[in-house]
């Protein structure tokens, strides 16, 4: 299954959240994203993205003041 | 040797006591206390209860045998002073393990008596597992409580700073906790708007809060331990209750010696600290304070003024005329943290400004804490109260999950030197990426007020907002990327995302009313540059923007 890999580090809203909308209309169903960010309010911002658009978060950790997130397109 | 002699003995107590002995090696100082404990760090107990800190022995600054050992001072811990004799220059007082009565004769009597916890006269309070938190030997009890592992849940009973630290470190340690606040929001001391975004903060760590409502009943089991508290919509299960409504003076012992008090119920101070009794002073939370910026008395139990006034007191008691030491006022700045989120005030709160009778104009500034590409930069929100005639900053608060101490003192050190939102806007303030950014918080926050005071921009607040949120002659417009607002927007606004402006409202009314919402509220503010030059008169943004607005978003 392939993966993507996207560094948003140092973007601020939108950034983050326009560049995965863009990033995961080029994957299949089933790949995996992940995005690494600095911006704390992206936290939130993805549990809601990922609910609204049905796609799934496998994973959201925070280490070192990034925020990397995983998750799969359904 | 004269004598001084200090009735108390935590902050403003011990401070006074030590300070006196550095001004001077020819006197005997004597320091009395009913409790078991001095010298401790009452502001660390939640902290002692959710196990950040381990061992009591971590509050405890410093013991009476070291006072004894390193400064020649004589602390008399079960000692309680049950009588002033101003007349007769003496103490009378207790010893609380032998019950003998005790008089101590003084030169200098310093009342350091404190503040103790106010508990109303709820049916049922008196059942077992019921705290107040403000004594080391209260924490002790309550932390052995949780020890034995039968707590479950517990209710907070007062949304203020101890209760919202004590609701943190319980639900840190596990256990269920709910808030109950009579007001309609946690932090009474500050604005609600700042305050929700606190109160969102808790909810999101699984805290209940209840709001508007007073715990009217507690209910017991046979055994005679809590299990309920009853407001007027629940029956909330508690395994413990912590009361935490706030603390009132203690002011008995003075009274009885003829030691005038205040408006607010404290011991009344000159600027010397100095009571209406000659020799006779007050220092610490049972003393009243001056508002610097009304003048008026005003009274904020804080451990940074006790040790303040402490200090001054003990200079006064050797200091001529012209050395004596003085405080002109406090702001009452404070800080609190409650789990991930931080929050901070100084000075007035906007309703307090309004009922001083200032010309108010406030803004709410979302920024960074730090540069937005160093890593580990937080938002914060500031809330900018000031005067529209004269400029003259009167007040702050700053939330958010990032650095707000800093900020706030900045602020406090500003309004203490009388500063304008102008001199703000100006500050040279420390920058490199770690730390600030070039435009500041502080700095940019002043910029905004200036904006909306000169009226380049109209503003709206969150609350304001919120209440025409079912007026429907009022246009909601997110002019965010469509992507932003998916994911969450104020509930029923349209997305016109700004570059679409021009081309979507072209036919609308110009005397409609529109709110631009943005998630700072800079992009709002060309927006709304762009709607007045197309001729709309009654656009304003949100101030805060998406960042700001503490209540429910879609």
Request: charged share 25%; aromatic share 6%; hydrophobic share 40%.
């Given at each position: 299954?392939?993966?993507?890999?996207?560094?948003?580090?140092?973007?601020?809203?939108?950034?983050?959240?326009?560049?995965?909308?863009?990033?995961?209309?080029?994957?299949?169903?089933?790949?995996?994203?992940?995005?690494?960010?600095?911006?704390?309010?992206?936290?939130?911002?993805?549990?809601?993205?990922?609910?609204?658009?049905?796609?799934?978060?496998?994973?959201?950790?925070?280490?070192?003041?990034?925020?990397?997130?995983?998750?799969?397109?359904? | 040797?004269?004598?001084?002699?200090?009735?108390?003995?935590?902050a403003?107590?011990?401070?006074?006591?030590?300070?006196?002995?550095?001004?001077?090696?020819?006197?005997?100082?004597?320091?009395?206390?009913?409790?078991?404990?001095?010298?401790?760090a009452?502001c660390g107990?939640?902290?002692?209860?959710?196990?950040?800190?381990?061992?009591?022995?971590?509050?405890?600054?410093?013991?009476?045998?070291?006072?004894?050992?390193?400064?020649?001072?004589?602390?008399?811990?079960?000692?309680?002073?049950?009588?002033?004799?101003?007349?007769?220059?003496?103490?009378?007082?207790?010893?609380?393990?032998?019950?003998?009565?005790?008089?101590?004769?003084?030169?200098?009597?310093?009342?350091?008596?404190?503040?103790?916890?106010?508990?109303?006269?709820?049916?049922?309070?008196?059942?077992?597992?019921?705290?107040?938190?403000?004594?080391?030997?209260?924490?002790?009890?309550?932390?052995?409580?949780?020890?034995?592992?039968?707590?479950?849940?517990?209710?907070?009973?007062?949304?203020?700073f101890?209760?919202?630290e004590?609701?943190?470190?319980?639900?840190?340690?596990?256990?269920?906790?709910?808030?109950?606040?009579?007001?309609?929001?946690?932090l009474?001391m500050y604005d609600?708007?700042m305050a929700?975004l606190v109160?969102?903060?808790?909810?999101?760590?699984?805290?209940?809060?209840?709001?508007?409502?007073?715990?009217?009943?507690?209910?017991?089991?046979?055994?005679?331990?809590?299990?309920?508290?009853?407001?007027?919509?629940?029956?909330?299960?508690?395994?413990?209750?912590?009361?935490?409504?706030?603390?009132?003076?203690?002011?008995?012992?003075?009274?009885?010696?003829?030691?005038?008090?205040?408006?607010?119920?404290?011991?009344?101070?000159?600027?010397?600290?100095?009571?209406?009794?000659?020799?006779?002073?007050?220092?610490?939370?049972?003393?009243?304070n001056i508002n610097l910026i009304?003048?008026?008395?005003a009274?904020f139990p804080m451990g940074s003024t006790s040790n303040k006034t402490?200090r001054?007191?003990?200079?006064?008691?050797?200091?001529?005329?012209?050395?004596?030491?003085?405080l002109r006022g406090v702001l009452g700045t404070n800080v609190v943290k409650v789990?991930?989120m931080n929050a901070a005030k100084t000075g007035l709160t906007e309703?307090e400004a309004?009922?001083?009778?200032?010309?108010?104009?406030t803004v709410i500034v979302p920024a960074d804490d730090r540069a937005?590409?160093?890593?580990g930069y937080k938002k914060i929100v500031t809330k900018l109260i000031a005067?529209?005639?004269?400029?003259r900053v009167l007040g702050a608060q700053i939330v958010g999950e990032g650095v707000v101490d800093k900020p706030i003192d900045i602020i406090a050190a500003a309004i203490t030197f009388g500063a304008r939102v102008d001199d703000l806007a100006k500050l040279d303030l420390a920058y490199a990426?770690p730390f600030s950014s070039a435009m500041s918080s502080t700095i940019t926050t002043a910029n905004v007020w200036?904006?909306?005071?000169?009226?380049?921009?109209?503003?709206?607040?969150?609350?304001?907002?919120?209440?025409?949120?079912?007026?429907?002659?009022?246009?909601?417009?997110?002019?965010?990327?469509?992507?932003?607002?998916?994911?969450?927007?104020?509930?029923?606004?349209?997305?016109?995302?700004?570059?679409?402006?021009?081309?979507?409202?072209?036919?609308?009314?110009?005397?409609?009313?529109?709110?631009?919402?943005?998630?700072?509220?800079?992009?709002?503010?060309?927006?709304?540059?762009?709607?007045?030059?197309?001729?709309?008169?009654?656009?304003?943004?949100?101030?805060?923007?998406?960042?700001?607005?503490?209540?429910?978003?879609?």
């Amino acid at each position: 299954m392939p993966e993507k890999h996207i560094n948003c580090r140092g973007m601020q809203c939108p950034g983050p959240i326009v560049t995965l909308f863009k990033e995961i209309k080029t994957l299949e169903p089933g790949d995996i994203i992940t995005i690494e960010v600095t911006d704390f309010g992206f936290k939130k911002d993805i549990n809601a993205w990922c609910k609204k658009t049905g796609n799934e978060l496998l994973s959201l950790e925070e280490k070192d003041n990034v925020i990397t997130a995983k998750i799969k397109k359904t | 040797m004269k004598n001084i002699l200090v009735i108390g003995a935590v902050a403003a107590g011990t401070k006074a006591a030590s300070k006196a002995r550095r001004e001077s090696m020819d006197v005997n100082v004597t320091v009395l206390t009913r409790d078991e404990y001095i010298s401790y760090a009452g502001c660390g107990l939640p902290y002692y209860i959710g196990d950040v800190i381990k061992s009591k022995d971590e509050l405890l600054v410093k013991t009476p045998e070291a006072f004894k050992k390193e400064f020649d001072i004589d602390v008399l811990t079960h000692h309680e002073a049950i009588d002033i004799l101003p007349e007769a220059k003496k103490v009378v007082a207790k010893d609380l393990k032998t019950d003998k009565i005790k008089e101590f004769k003084y030169d200098k009597l310093i009342l350091a008596t404190g503040a103790s916890p106010f508990v109303p006269p709820i049916k049922g309070v008196e059942l077992n597992n019921i705290f107040t938190l403000r004594t080391v030997s209260e924490a002790i009890k309550i932390k052995q409580l949780i020890n034995t592992g039968k707590v479950k849940n517990a209710v907070v009973v007062g949304g203020g700073f101890i209760g919202l630290e004590v609701a943190e470190n319980l639900t840190e340690r596990g256990i269920k906790t709910a808030v109950v606040e009579l007001l309609d929001h946690v932090l009474p001391m500050y604005d609600k708007e700042m305050a929700l975004l606190v109160q969102n903060e808790l909810m999101e760590h699984g805290v209940d809060v209840i709001t508007g409502e007073a715990v009217e009943a507690f209910e017991g089991d046979s055994d005679g331990n809590v299990k309920y508290a009853i407001t007027p919509s629940k029956k909330i299960p508690a395994d413990m209750v912590i009361m935490s409504v706030g603390v009132r003076p203690n002011t008995e012992l003075a009274q009885k010696a003829g030691i005038e008090l205040g408006d607010t119920r404290a011991i009344k101070v000159n600027h010397n600290m100095e009571t209406n009794i000659e020799d006779i002073y007050a220092v610490g939370d049972c003393a009243e304070n001056i508002n610097l910026i009304t003048g008026k008395p005003a009274w904020f139990p804080m451990g940074s003024t006790s040790n303040k006034t402490g200090r001054i007191a003990a200079i006064n008691l050797f200091a001529e005329n012209a050395e004596r030491d003085e405080l002109r006022g406090v702001l009452g700045t404070n800080v609190v943290k409650v789990f991930n989120m931080n929050a901070a005030k100084t000075g007035l709160t906007e309703r307090e400004a309004v009922k001083e009778g200032f010309d108010v104009e406030t803004v709410i500034v979302p920024a960074d804490d730090r540069a937005h590409y160093y890593p580990g930069y937080k938002k914060i929100v500031t809330k900018l109260i000031a005067d529209r005639k004269s400029h003259r900053v009167l007040g702050a608060q700053i939330v958010g999950e990032g650095v707000v101490d800093k900020p706030i003192d900045i602020i406090a050190a500003a309004i203490t030197f009388g500063a304008r939102v102008d001199d703000l806007a100006k500050l040279d303030l420390a920058y490199a990426p770690p730390f600030s950014s070039a435009m500041s918080s502080t700095i940019t926050t002043a910029n905004v007020w200036l904006n909306k005071v000169a009226d380049k921009v109209k503003g709206i607040s969150p609350i304001e907002a919120h209440e025409k949120l079912s007026d429907k002659n009022v246009m909601f417009i997110d002019i965010r990327a469509e992507e932003e607002y998916m994911v969450k927007t104020i509930p029923g606004a349209v997305n016109i995302p700004k570059g679409r402006l021009k081309k979507e409202l072209k036919d609308t009314p110009k005397d409609r009313e529109i709110i631009l919402i943005c998630n700072v509220g800079k992009n709002a503010y060309l927006a709304y540059l762009t709607l007045k030059h197309m001729g709309f008169e009654k656009a304003a943004i949100l101030e805060g923007g998406i960042n700001a607005y503490p209540y429910e978003l879609q």
